[in-house]
């Protein structure tokens, strides 16, 4: 017992081991607001970050790269609070959102998530409340007390209701840490300052209180005492006052400098945590202020605690980054304080408190004495608070209501039931005990409030006892107790029927339903219709199929129910329910027609029996849905008559569904009976389905019936949409029959179906009144002559003006030529022509046909009529020029003047009577392509090239000049000759001049331009003639050009010195830039052209021009003439092409030429390539006092870069001049390496804290044994993880291994130290120092990456080491089979225990097994004690069975014999019959009965001890086989156990063949002990015959006087219930009908108890005899 601990302690995480720096593991950068985060401020190389770890997954860190002063995570959610200098701001991490950020005004010192909604924020002289909600700013609660001033705050609390406040801070003063509090109350506005070093608030519920005491519990440690206080806040009235607790809080001697660092209160245990600075944990009780329990649970500070909610504990974080809980144990605390501490009230008190097992002995006795004493209220406290309701059960029920209460007090009863109601929830017999008095009394009010607060246990009994007094109180007791049957009862006794399914699905439960609905529908049918609605549409399937409900409605003759519910149910409309639909259709057609034709004319249905339903409608005169359903023709046509009946748009709509033939048939009949009555219907019907039927049978049908008025309906209808010209036809053919003559006029004129030739000679034989429609499809046909042929010889002469003035004016001309082909009068035709609108006579056509028939000269008078009138008309003008032509009525001028005529038509007109008069025309209209034809045919050349440089366009000039043309030399001439001479107009001869040159004439243009240039033209001093004639000569014969350069002055000098640059004439060129004196292009052209060097250079001296100086010298450098070059760079006084002089001088390596011409350039350009290789310069020549002196003066050089290209070549000592210059450390240092300066090197190193720079110098000094050289590099390079492999590396290859492990060893210490310098260290002891490596790893194993070192072992064959590793690594499984593999190096059994239960393959169970069975067989059951859990209990058997073993585990039988395992069993029966033990035998027998008894029993029976044997008869008797068993007793003279048998076979033959083998050897004793045993076995007669046999009646008489009593009390009784049964037959009334609970809508069945039948249960105590004897004697 001294073992037991009243609590429970656990490491959660090592924060370490999670790759958290152990150096931000502190109050300042972690924070800890509950147990379900942890926040760490974390820097990483220059990368500030916080890690967030979630207690709920670890091993998942979360990292965010945040720079803030403090972080802290809410309490609940994903949210976190950040703090920079004086901005606050909130992120949800989740939502990745800002959630509410501020800007304080003052320095925040602390902050902390008071509530998971409230943040308390701490400033040097206030502090505030900031909220979650909404976007208030923080709010100011109150003014720091001065006594805080100086102290380090490092928590903020705040109670419940948030109605008090502490702010807690620390100072050292005096050599020691004092603890300063400031306690403010909101309500009061007050502050108060205490000495504290930690504080919590609390809620405690005292005995006899309302409601729960508000406490603050704080604890202090002064100079001179050190002290836990607890102090009630805001006392209650009404509440026990709570008396205020001071307790010594104990501190070792060695803890002078402890004192309490954190407080909390575990609400469910009422139990306070004091954590203080040296990691002592002490618990004390709330109520009491008593100390459980103080241990030392760390030996670092545990600097941050919070509430451990799950155990309802403490849980904080050392500074080692511990993650370290404690918590009750509430299996050990009550058993701890009463052995520990013997403190039986308070374990009584924490045990009722908290539930807590271990004190009910105690809760026993105190209520034992209570009832003694008489103390009830007491006592029934005692039982309502027990623990684990270990006192509320029946038997304390009635022990209170046996106690008897004087008048005026309150029972003991109801004390216990409000002490119940007040605590929680009364258990099921409490709650039946006390719903009896309560409705008794008419209270139910009471029981509805206990029901709606859950006080009560719900039963189907206590529903029983409320449906007496209250159905619906009862439904909701029912309900809370899920009693199916009993609920479904209610819900139907109070009309819910829409409740009924629902909760027998959601229960499943499955009444009646066909009697209920038949009983609903009793009470009420519409009610019944829904219900069965309900039972249909139900969504796991229907409750009852559609069939059986409608059957139901069917025998009640429910016809508008039944229609109402199927109408719902069949909606689908489902092939299957086909009987169902006809069903529901006959029964309406049959007794509600209407409502039938409603259904039908819904549509909803479409499987039912249609001709039968058709039957039923046309009896039931419903024409039109008997038509709806009829399919066959002979009743359709029979029905379809009645058309006076029917709806005549259903009708026209009906004929959509026959057929054709079907359609005819129908309209057939309805004509051939009362055309009148059915005419209209029969052309609808046409008319919609013309398409579908044909319009020719329609034709016949109409025409068949001999119906033109019919037709000529039908056919209006459909002619205006229809494409068939035989329906047009025959529609104009009725028109006319019925003197329709519009209708014909109109759809002659807008058809375009109908054939013009038959409806022309239609209308011509028709001979009609008015010949409208035959002019009007004339006209639109294009028969305009046959018209006016049948006009004409038909003297219809009016029509002919009708036609040409009203109908087509603009058919005049053919009305015309008509006529003049029928020889009419010319005076008749030209007083038709005045006598029509002149406007609407299309001039061209007239003139046409005329023209065609030589009558032209007919119109003139006509003609100039339209002249006078001023009209533009071209066909009018060329009528008239041609009249002109052909009467020679001076056409030229005609041809000139007039801007009307059309001069193409007009000029092809002339072509072939007057050339000269068809050039007139085309020159007047251009017409380019017909004057140049003609021209050419005519040779009319001189006037071709006139109007070729008078109309300057390009394309006709190309067209003219094209190389096919046979006429290009003499219009060419012409051209040179006389057109251009002629002109005057530049633009004319420009014009010209590109025409040649764009048709490739050059000699043809030189001519020309020679003409207009050298020959005293106009045009001698153009500029851009003289340009053309250079570059046509240029381009075409470049002997002429330097005659013309020298000639001409007036031509643009350098554009055309470019052209001949390109044509290569260079000389020319030269000449022109010479004589223009343009000396830098003359130079070019030497230089670049004609490559003479030579000339370029006398050119120069001879111009001394800076520019020319130039381009030679780049023509010098481009040749590699560098000092050339830069003797000409320099005469120019030009560094502009420094770069290109650089680079060549740099290939070159003429670094002294270079110096001069840079030393020039920088007096000229300040770049810093120029004074960068001017500085590369001094260090190339060595010149290193100059390049000091260059350096050190004011420049822009690159000196890093020049200080590179100097290292890069091997220029050492001037790279260090150069990079000491620039403080470039890093260079520096490598350069020193070089030079061998080492420590010089190592201090640059320093200076330029380098990876790079540190990994060369240390390879330096390693190369070079300066071992403490390289250790300082070393020490730099090893906190980065990314180098320490090539570092080892480095020193493992020169074999320098202890300098290398000193070196890692001196890392260690580092701030940076990571893991794989602790790793990297323990594989070097692994192959170099063996015997240091465990200490390493005892030492550092959580820092190390294990797998690595693994590895590293495994190499070096160090299995302790190995398994030490596996067993850290959780890698059970591995750790075992290596200390099994290598047992004298690694075996251990305590630790070989400890990993064994840990391992994940069961195989291993066994392989360890074996293992102690070959080296440690007697530490096999210890081993086996702590497998037990997992292993194979069979499989462990058999293994020890077959090396014959079994001994050595006995004990390990022994303690899984609990498991009733059959192999188990047989092993341990096996040592037992060994060893001869039966009694234990018999106990496992006994107890554990998994094995075979036959066996078993037929092995024992053969053995030679008695008991064995014994044991073999009670295994045959447990298996019934009683004869064995009892033959086995008898043989062995164990009659007791023989009778024993009998008795429990319950066999009478068995103990009546007993009783005879007992007479047979004359055991009287036996014979009277087997009546007393076997009573209920043996028949009285037969006793009595064998007694009276044998003369042994009076050892009989005992059992036959017991026979007589129970017989005569059966028949007393008998007799006794036949009475009552009779009286209450008398008494009974007629009862209502009622639902039982078995099935909904059942009569209620009331069963009356029948007597038991004779010989039945034997009354209780066995046979009947008291326990003494028999019957008194």
Known sequence: MGDILPIRFQEHVQLTALGINAANIGFNTLTMESDKFICVREKVGEQNQVVIVDMSDPNNLTRRPITAD??????????????????????????????????????????????????????????????????????KMFERHEKLNGSQIINYRVNGDEKWLLLIGISAQSGRVVGNMQLYSRDRGVSQPLEGHAAAFAELKLDGATTPSKLFTFSVRSETSSKLHIVEIDHKEG??????????????????????????????????????????????????GACIFMNRISGDTIFTTTELEATSGIIGVNRKGQVLSVSVDENTIVTYILNSLNNQDLAFKIASRGNLPGADHLILERFNQCLATGNYSEAAKVAATSPRGILRTPATIERFKQVAVPAGQISPILQYFGLLLEKGELNRAESLELARPVLQQGRKQLLERWLKEDKLECSEELGDIVKAHDLTLALSVYLRANVPSK????????????????????????????????????????KGAEFASLLVNDEGGPALSVEQITDVFTAMGMVQQATSFLLDALKDNKPEQGALQTKLLEMNLLNYPQVAEAILG??????????????????????????????????????????????????????????????????????ANNMRQNLQVVVQVATKYSDHLGAQQLIELFENAKTSEGLYYYLGSVVNLSADPEVHFKYIQAACRTGQLKEVERICRESNVYDPERVKNFLKEAKLSDQLPLIIVCDRHNFVHDLVLFLYQNNLYKYIEIYVQKVNPARTPQVIGALLDVDCDESVIKSLLSSVRAQSVPVGELVEEVEKRNRLKMLAQWLEARVLEGVTDSHVYNAIAKIYIDTNNNPERFLRENQFYDALVVGKYCEKRDPYLAFIAYERGQCDMELINITNENSMFKHQARYLVKRRAQDLWAYALRPDNHHRRQLVDQVVATALPETQDPEDVSVTVKAFMSAELPNELIELLEKLVLEGSAFSDNRNLQNLLILTAIKSDK??????????????????????????????????????????????????????????????????????????GKAQLERFLLKEAIDSYLKADDPTNHVEVIAIANQSGKYDELVRYLQMARKKVREPLVESELGYAFAKTNRLIELEEFISSPNIAQIQNIGERCYENKMYEAARILFTNVSNWARLATTLVHLNEFQAAVDCARKANSTKVWKEVSAACVENQEFRLAQICGLNLIIHAEELENLIRQYERRGYFEELMSLIEAGLGLERAHMGMFTELGILYSKYRSDRLMEHLRLFWQRIN???????????????????????????????????????????????????????????????????????????????????????????????????????????????????????????????????????????????????????????????????????????????????????????????????????????????????????????DCFTSCLYACYDLLRPDVVLEVAWRHGWQDFAMPFMIQV????????????????????????????????????????????????????????????????????GF
């Open 70 to 139: 403090s972080a802290i995570m809410n309490p609940n959610a994903k949210i976190i609070a950040l703090k920079a200098g004086r901005q606050l701001q909130i992120f949800n991490l989740e939502l990745k959102a800002k959630i509410k950020a501020h800007m304080m005004h003052e320095d925040v010192v602390f902050w902390k998530w008071v509530t998971p909604t409230l943040l308390g924020i701490v400033t040097d002289h206030a502090v505030f409340h900031w909220t979650l909600e909404g976007e208030s700013a923080p709010l």
């Open 239 to 288: 509440n026990p006052v709570f008396q205020k607790r001071a307790v010594d809080v104990f501190f070792p001697p060695e803890a002078v400098g402890d004192f309490p660092v954190s407080q909390q209160v575990s609400k469910k245990y009422g139990i306070i945590f004091v954590v203080t600075k040296y990691g002592f944990i002490h618990l004390y009780d709330l109520e009491t």
């Open 487 to 526: 609920v479904i009862s209610c819900f139907a006794e109070t009309g819910q029927y829409n409740k009924i399914i629902l909760y027998a699905k959601k229960v499943g439960y499955q009444p009646d339903y066909q009697y209920l609905l038949q009983y609903i529908l009793r009470l009420d049918p519409d």
């Open 602 to 671: 819904n549509e909803m249905f479409t499987h039912y029996d249609r001709a039968y339903i058709a039957t039923l409608c046309e009896k039931a005169g419903l024409y039109q849905r008997a038509l709806e359903h009829y399919t066959d023709i002979y009743d359709i046509t029979r029905t379809i008559v009645h058309t006076n009946l029917l709806n005549p748009e259903w009708v026209v709509n009906y004929f959509g569904r026959l057929t054709v033939e079907q359609s005819m048939a129908c309209l057939r009949e309805m004509l």
């Open 1039 to 1112: 002997t002429r050009v330097m005659d013309y350069i020298t000639r001409l002055d007036n031509f643009d000098a350098p554009d055309i010195a470019n052209i001949a640059v390109g044509s290569e004439l260079f000389e020319e060129a030269f000449t022109i830039y010479k004589k223009y004196d343009q000396h830098v292009n003359a130079v070019v052209v030497l230089l670049s052209n004609i490559g003479n060097l030579d000339r370029a250079y006398e050119y120069a001296e001879r111009v001394d021009k800076p520019d020319v100086w130039s381009k030679l």
């Open 1346 to 1564: 294990i797998p690595k070192v693994i590895r590293a072992c495994e190499n070096g064959h160090l299995w302790s080491e190995l398994v030490f590793l596996y067993t850290h690594y959780d890698e059970y499984d591995n750790a075992s089979l290596t200390i099994m593999s290598h047992s004298a190096d690694a075996w251990e059994h305590a630790t070989f225990k400890d990993i064994v239960v840990k391992v994940a393959n069961i195989e291993i169970y066994y392989k360890a097994l074996r293992f102690y069975l070959e080296e440690q067989p007697l530490l096999l059951n210890d081993l086996l004690v702590v497998l037990t859990p997992r292993i194979d209990h069979t499989r462990v058997v058999s293994m020890f069975t077959k090396t014959n073993n079994l001994p050595l585990i006995k004990q390990y039988l022994i303690s899984v014999q609990q498991a009733n395992n059959q192999a188990v069993n047989c092993a341990y029966h096996d040592l037992l019959i060994e060893e001869e033990d039966y009694k234990s035998l018999r106990d496992a027998i006994d107890n554990f009965d998994n094995f075979d008894n036959i066996s078993l029993a037929q092995r024992l029976e053969k053995h030679e001890l008695i008991e064995f044997r014994r044991i073999a008869a009670h295994l045959y008797k447990r298996n019934k086989r009683w004869k064995q068993s009892i033959a086995l007793s008898k043989t062995d003279k164990l009659f007791k156990d023989a009778m024993d048998t009998a008795a429990e076979s319950k066999d009478s033959e068995i103990a009546e063949e007993l009783l005879s083998y007992f007479v047979s050897i004359e055991r009287k």
């Open 1604 to 1671: 007589m009593r129970e017989y005569f009390t059966k028949v007393d009784t008998l007799e006794k219930v036949n009475q009552e049964l009779l009286t209450k037959n008398e008494e009974k009334e007629k009862e209502s009908t009622l639902i039982t609970p078995g099935g909904v809508g059942n009569p209620l069945m009331l069963t009356y108890g029948s007597p038991a039948p004779y010989g039945g249960a034997a009354p209780p105590g066995g046979i009947g005899f008291p326990a003494n004897g028999y019957g």
